[in-house]
């Protein structure tokens, strides 16, 4: 079992930056690959970004590729979201996770346990 704990969520203006952090309870954190998605009011739950378990391989959603940066630190078991350039449309709840080893990366069904989220808001 592995709990998570995402931070880091507010209110922004349309060009500005957040940075999310995402927590983790397990002390083999360093083996679990790691991923965010978001959910908007009334919209299914989409894919961010991902990063392996080392951190040596990311990957980003067209739709924030270049704006984002996923980023994590194993000796504080702690997972990063880096957000600039935000856009009213970046507007949901954010939540981190642990990847399944095998699977669709940008597949919500390869992801195991689950934060409960951070509210990120972005106004015009």
């Known amino acids: 079992q592995v709990q998570l704990v995402e931070s880091g969520g507010g209110l922004v203006q349309a060009g500005g930056s957040l940075s999310l952090s995402c927590a983790a309870s397990?002390?083999?954190?360093?083996?679990?690959?790691m991923g965010w998605f978001r959910q908007a009011p009334g919209k299914e739950r989409e894919f961010v970004s991902t990063?392996?378990?080392?951190?040596?391989?990311?990957y980003y959603a067209d739709s924030v590729r270049g704006r984002f940066t996923i980023s994590r630190d194993n000796a504080k078991n702690t997972v990063y979201l880096q957000m600039n350039s935000l856009k009213p449309e970046d507007t949901a709840t954010y939540y981190c996770?642990?990847?399944?080893?095998?699977?669709?990366?940008?597949?919500?069904?390869?992801?195991?346990?689950w934060g409960q989220g951070t509210q990120v808001t972005v106004s015009s």
């Open positions: 990063i392996s378990s080392s951190g040596g391989n990311t």
């Open positions: 996770a642990t990847r399944r080893r095998y699977g669709d990366i940008s597949n919500i069904d390869s992801y195991e346990y």
């Open positions: 397990a002390r083999t954190f360093s083996s679990y690959p």
